[in-house]
T-cell receptor, first 115, second 113 residues
Framework: KQEVTQIPAALSVPEGENLVLNCSFTDSAIYNLQWFRQDPGKGLTSLLLIQSSQREQTSGRLNASLDKSSGRSTLYIAASQPGDSATYLCAVSAPPNFGNEKLTFGTGTRLTIIP | KAGVTQTPRYLIKTRGQQVTLSCSPISGHRSVSWYQQTPGQGLQFLFEYFSETQRNKGNFPGRFSGRQFSNSRSEMNVSTLELGDSALYLC????????????FGPGTRLTVT
């Protein structure tokens, strides 16, 4: 069974710093990996989706990398801002028609940017 | 383009009752997935519906069920509610069942007392 872990569970950094969030998964047979952010009491917003054949994706100040062989992904946030404060979740998907889980989510990292 | 909508947003029920939650996907999306989020277990996949058929199902008891209508709107039902069913229930829609680019709704916060 796929297991996804995110470390650390919580992170506080001063505004303006660059930071890295980590995600690891146990089964490398993934279809893709996604990073989401969730604001308190709200739904999820998709940030980046990396196909299994890709190594990284970039969107603005965000860069996500994927190393399938080692079962790891990182989300790099440049020049952090208070508005980046949220919980960040990574999720992996199995290939279509393979297994029952649509998305398997990590435990999340709660990020606080200190002004 | 309107996003995914879920109703109601908040719900309080008593143990033993049943509840029905509704999800309207983005126009043109035919796949709807449901997830349960709790502090202890995190986000867990419940089931997915595509073209009115259940395509995938997570490891939840039979008290959790769902359906999808011809307009792609979906409902999930929980019977004989337990305290542990208190959670944020999220639905997500995607264009097809094989599309993993999912768009999430704001969720329904269910509290069981």
């Amino acid at each position: 069974k796929q297991e996804v872990t995110q470390i650390p569970a919580a992170l506080s950094v001063p505004e303006g710093e660059n930071l890295v969030l980590n995600c690891s998964f146990t089964d490398s047979a993934i279809y893709n990996l996604q990073w989401f952010r969730q604001d308190p009491g709200k739904g999820l917003t998709s940030l980046l989706l990396i196909q299994s054949s890709q190594r990284e994706q970039t969107s603005g100040r965000l860069n996500a990398s994927l190393d399938k062989s080692s079962g790891r992904s990182t989300l790099y946030i440049a020049a952090s801002q208070p508005g980046d404060s949220a919980t960040y979740l990574c999720a992996v998907s199995a290939p279509p028609n393979f297994g029952n889980e649509k998305l398997t989510f990590g435990t999340g990292t709660r990020l606080t940017i200190i002004p | 383009k309107a996003g995914v909508t879920q109703t109601p947003r908040y719900l309080i029920k008593t143990r033993g009752q049943q509840v029905t939650l509704s999800c309207s996907p983005i126009s043109g999306h035919r796949s709807v997935s449901w997830y349960q989020q709790t502090p202890g277990q995190g986000l867990q996949f419940l089931f997915e519906y595509f073209s009115e058929t259940q395509r995938n199902k997570g490891n939840f008891p039979g008290r959790f069920s769902g359906r999808q209508f011809s307009n792609s709107r979906s409902e999930m039902n929980v019977s004989t509610l337990e305290l542990g069913d208190s959670a944020l229930y999220l639905c997500a829609s995607s264009r097809t069942s094989d599309s993993y680019e999912q768009y999430f709704g704001p969720g329904t916060r269910l509290t069981v007392t």
